[in-house]
DNA sequence: TAACATAGAATGAACGTTCGATCTAGAATA
DNA sequence: TATTCTAGATCGAACGTTCATTCTATGTTA
């Protein structure tokens, strides 16, 4: 028998047949364990290179035991990217809960560079982006926690737009979220594909290209007769 | 007996024990048949997802001949790796050999991004970043095409620049060149992520972008007393 | 005929998963 | 308090499957 899929919140909704609250709080305590070691065998072997048996160990239980707590190895997959774009999603709802967001978001930037471009961070997300290019399941959580994410800094950079006396249309700033969404998640690639890519240099380049985009009058003025080829 | 790793400029180098021209022909054409297999493949299933056995029939030939060609799987996934990143350093080099590299650039830019956010593309380029991040071999490939590739845009942007009547010290070069890149590389990401998103305007954003690089007067004139918060 | 191309069965290892047995700690009972 | 009961936690062996890889036999071509 195995634990049905339950909110991440940390504590159980209250249930008719709940003997006693311990019980729940050591449930959650080791379906975190198993996912602290199968993010682990992940970030090294990828989703389909890490098997039960050393997500197991790693974890310091039986291959069996595991079945207690997730129906199977997709759930376990599934388990992992909802708790990382949880955590996101989060950070997000604490970014805009703050006064003065032009400045915070411009901090938390620099902090977000900084961890996103950290080797195993960056490994581990790169490999949920993989399996959304594939897995379908796991492609609707990632594309509901990046909305969530979007329509955050799409409002956060209206806010601070609007409080700069700027004025944008809803396109043009879906425009610049996306902008800087690229930049970010691009840093990650960067830092896998060049190890040598100076973290810090990159944060203060992320700090400049917000500060350039919140700080530009008309953003639309900029040249539009862009050279489009066509597609075949 | 399987096919040693060779060149993949197309046309085997001469070879003492070579017997038939004609057969070297053959021989590339199998490889190639079973590549293009192979990458079919990765992308719907990815590295370690992907089995000889798929690859075979997609080949159109037994599971056990596929090791006539390749030493085992792992070649298999080094020969994709490496036929995908010569295809982006020989366009680099194509690049650097026009005329007015500026607005080749430019030009080249837009398209590039219309074909990196193509799913299938922008999917198998994500494989090959994960499987980078955790497979040493598959790394240093990587990342010895990125230093080219990386060479080859720091060049023209230099080229560029002095062009403009604009001096730039080395380090603002190499910071404007993974910019540029960090943009690229995470627009395949956003294309993943968010597949609502338009191509077309990010083409033409990323042209603005690179125009805005290439025209601004001074790049280290921008604040720099940017606040980075210490790493813990 | 000699060398190579190809298929397909065979092999052993590794995998995800299942399952019955054992352990443990708290509840019930005497 | 001492004993029994019980349900969940945990293990480790076993299962069937699939995998990468090897081997053998049979075409095919020059």
Chains 1, 2 share one sequence.
């Not at 160990?57 to 291959?63: E, P």
Request: net charge negative; hydrophobic share 45%.
């Amino acid at each position: 028998m195995y634990v049905k899929h339950m909110t991440s919140s940390g504590t159980l909704p209250f249930d008719d047949n709940v003997v006693a609250p311990v019980e729940c709080g050591r449930t959650a305590a080791r379906r975190a364990q198993i996912l602290d070691a199968a993010a682990e065998c992940f970030r090294s072997g990828g989703f389909h290179g890490a098997s039960i048996a050393s997500i197991s160990q790693l974890a310091g239980m039986s291959a069996g035991h595991i079945y207690h707590y997730f129906e199977n190895k997709e759930a376990i997959i599934a388990a992992i990217v909802q708790r990382d774009l949880e955590r996101i999603v989060t950070m997000w709802a604490e970014l805009r809960a703050s006064h003065d967001i032009g400045e915070t978001m411009v901090a938390f930037s620099s902090a977000g560079v900084l961890e996103a471009m950290n080797a195993p961070v960056a490994g581990l997300n790169i490999e949920i982006v993989a399996e959304a290019a594939r897995n379908p399941e796991v492609a609707r959580t990632v594309r509901a926690a990046d909305c969530c994410c979007m329509a955050s800094l799409i409002q956060t950079l209206r806010t601070v737009r609007q409080t700069g006396g700027k004025h944008d249309d809803e396109a043009t700033l879906v425009d610049m979220a996306e902008i800087l969404a690229a930049m970010f998640e691009g840093l990650m690639v960067r830092a896998i594909r060049n190890p040598m890519l100076d973290h810090q240099r990159m944060a203060i380049m992320m700090q400049r290209v917000m500060r350039h985009i919140i700080a530009t009058p008309d953003w639309e003025a900029a040249p539009q007769e862009a050279v489009v080829p066509g597609t075949t």
